[in-house]
């Protein structure tokens, strides 16, 4: 019987000990790499919907809450800004800005955001068309892969929209009439999530409703000039002006602006605006920075817990194989009767320590991955991003090399115990 076989049989003869100890070092394992997973992908996530954007333009209020809206979609708009007070922005013989992309947010479809704005925003994320056109007239929209595959939206389909970002059939806009004219292929941004139209679609939606709250009794309705009632129609069919071109009372949400060069103007943009006009402005990276902090605290304890639980699984290793030994001292004289070295029994019992430590951490990297894929649905739905468990990092090899090497720490000193048994003494006292 070779010496691994054996170390197999010594610990499967105490399978309540062994088990005790695997599910230790599993706990422990399992939690650290739970947490490398979702590090990993939620910074993959956020990094990716960088898209080189460096400053986003919005209404006063929590500079993070204006990014995580306007660039992840994942909280509440500050508020809207009028077009007059960001038309310089939108000029494009601006002397610092290379581009900037105007959003009008607030409505949604199913829970999926509408999101008003123009088609060079698909140059900015780097996303192609999968099939169809660019929206080009009001109320045409193009929709994310992930939308068009959970709604089972195809070209030419039409659907009305609703106020909020919940689903809400109390705040349906039933007078809208969205049809896709083009669906985008995957890229894994947060376009996937959108349905894209044109600024003045989402204007065109409220006007509508506030003229009908507007509309006093049934017989004033029925004297309405339908002339006035035509023109929200017709306008769907109408060449969309520039935002240049609207008055200025016009609102949109945001602005995401992406300069010509990091100069030393372009880099006091921000300060320039937040201190003298009544607009917010904020610089992507610092606020994602800031979330990563606030993260970092949380993830920081779970971490030292998860290394306090393999620490504490290595010590329950070296208690069991070290009160083994108590109980095994004929069986290791006799292997020492049989022709086995005091390098066999040293070996025996590290392999014994190593066996342990490598079946935890194995049970840990499957608990971790399964229990990923199994929250990856519920994190999809309340962020919007694709999680998966079955994502493999180079960090989990760490975590195996560790454990191999606690494994062997805690087997040491039972190891070095082991192969000074004296035999005669041994087989005397038996």
């Given at each position: ?13 105490k ?31 956020f ?85 169809g ?17 959970k ?12 106020h ?24 894994g ?16 939606t ?9 509309a ?30 609207e ?25 320039s ?27 920081k ?54 066996l ?24 999809e ?12 990092l ?12 606690l ?7 039972p ?16």
């Open positions: 019987m070779n010496l691994l076989r054996l170390s197999w049989k010594n610990l499967t003869f399978p309540l000990s062994t088990l005790l100890s695997i599910v230790l070092f599993a706990l422990g394992v399992g939690l650290v790499a739970l947490l490398f997973l979702l590090q990993k992908q939620v910074e993959d996530n990094e990716k919907n960088l898209a080189g954007i460096d400053l986003v333009i919005g209404a006063k209020g929590s500079p993070l809450q204006l990014i995580l809206s306007s660039m992840y979609h994942l909280d509440a708009p500050t508020g809207n800004i009028s077009i007059a007070e960001v038309k310089p922005f939108l000029n494009p013989k601006h002397p610092l800005i290379e581009t900037s992309i105007p959003l009008s947010l607030g409505d949604s479809y199913r829970t999926f955001r509408i999101v008003g704005t123009t088609p060079n925003i698909l140059d900015f994320y780097g996303v192609s068309l999968a099939s056109k660019a929206w080009a007239q009001n109320f045409e929209v193009v929709i994310g892969n992930t939308v068009a595959q709604l089972g939206l195809t070209l030419g389909a039409t659907f009305s929209s609703s909020g970002f919940l689903e809400d059939e109390n705040l349906g806009h039933e007078h809208t009439a969205f049809k896709v004219v083009g669906i985008l292929a995957t890229s941004t947060v376009l996937d999530q959108l349905i894209l139209t044109t600024n003045q679609s989402y204007w065109l409220h006007e509508h409703d506030a003229a009908s709250e507007a006093p009794t049934e017989e004033d309705h029925a004297d309405h000039d339908h002339a006035d009632h035509d023109h929200d129609h017709a306008s769907p069919s109408a060449i969309v002006p520039s935002l240049l071109e008055p200025g009372e016009k609102e949109i949400t945001a602005l995401l602006i992406k300069f010509k060069g990091r100069n030393f103007q372009a880099l006091n943009m921000q300060r605006i937040n201190e003298n006009t009544d607009l917010q402005a904020a610089t992507p990276a610092i606020e994602i920075n800031r979330l990563y902090s606030l993260m970092d605290t949380g993830e304890a779970l971490r030292i817990l998860a290394f306090v639980i393999i620490f504490v699984s290595g010590l329950s290793i070296f208690i069991s194989l070290f009160a083994s030994l108590k109980e095994r001292q004929y069986e290791l004289a006799l292997l020492r009767v049989m022709g086995g070295s005091r390098g066999t029994l040293f070996t025996l019992i590290i392999l014994e320590g190593l342990l430590a490598l079946l935890g951490c194995v049970f840990g990297l499957l608990l971790s991955h399964g229990g990923m894929q199994l929250f990856a649905g519920a994190l739905k309340a962020y919007g991003y694709t999680f998966s468990g079955w994502t493999f180079p960090q989990e090899w760490y975590l195996v090399g560790g454990s191999l090497l494994g062997l720490v805690a087997a040491i000193l190891a070095i115990k082991a192969s000074r048994t004296d035999i005669s003494e041994t087989l005397l006292k038996g």
